[in-house]
């Protein structure tokens, strides 16, 4: 059984990213360093998968301690989780990611900046509650 989790961190109206980054990228305001720290916590000794723009913007350093791989979109997320049985798997985005790979994810971890400012990714509430393939007898009710 592979336990698939999500982990993000998002403005006050749910901005994701911007050029590529993330929005509040350089603010070393106490939140937001503490944020930086915390995803590198909480992923310690576990999987990340993302697209390959977010996994371009994860250091050398986090190779050390987790496993990381870029996922594309002509993989199967039923085959990507496959590869990581009895691992902690967190799907990093980017939305499109998540667009296919919310029905699969059990936990999620958000935590909410004080950033208010522009962004051209944004998280999507939808996510929370996709509908999931792994249980299929809920949607048959
Ligand atoms: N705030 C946060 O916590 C957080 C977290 C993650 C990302 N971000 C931000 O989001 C932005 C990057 O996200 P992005 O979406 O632009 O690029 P991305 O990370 O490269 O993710 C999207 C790409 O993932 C690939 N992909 C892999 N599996 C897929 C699937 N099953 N279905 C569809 N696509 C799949 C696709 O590329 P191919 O078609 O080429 O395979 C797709 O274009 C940055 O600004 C980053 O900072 C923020």
Not at 27 to 39: I, P
Not at 77 to 94: K, N, W
Not at 103 to 129: C, E, M, N, Q, S
Request: glycine share 10%; net charge neutral.
């Amino acid at each position: 059984m592979t336990d698939v989790r999500s982990i993000c961190a998002i403005g006050q109206r749910g901005q994701l990213g911007l050029g590529g980054h993330l929005p509040w990228e350089g603010n070393r305001g106490e939140e937001y360093v503490a944020d930086v720290q915390r995803f590198f916590h909480i992923t310690r000794g576990h999987v990340l998968v993302a697209g390959p723009k977010t996994i371009a913007s994860v250091p050398r350093f986090a190779y050390d301690d987790r496993t990381i791989e870029v996922i594309r979109s002509g993989e199967r997320p039923e085959d990507v989780i496959a590869r990581f049985p009895g691992r902690v798997v967190f799907i990093g985005g980017g939305p499109p990611v998540w667009d296919v790979y919310a029905p699969f994810i059990r936990h999620w971890d958000i935590t909410r900046l004080p950033y208010d400012g522009d962004a051209d990714r944004w998280f999507k509430p939808d996510w929370l509650v996709a509908a999931t393939h792994m249980r299929p007898s809920v949607d048959a009710r």
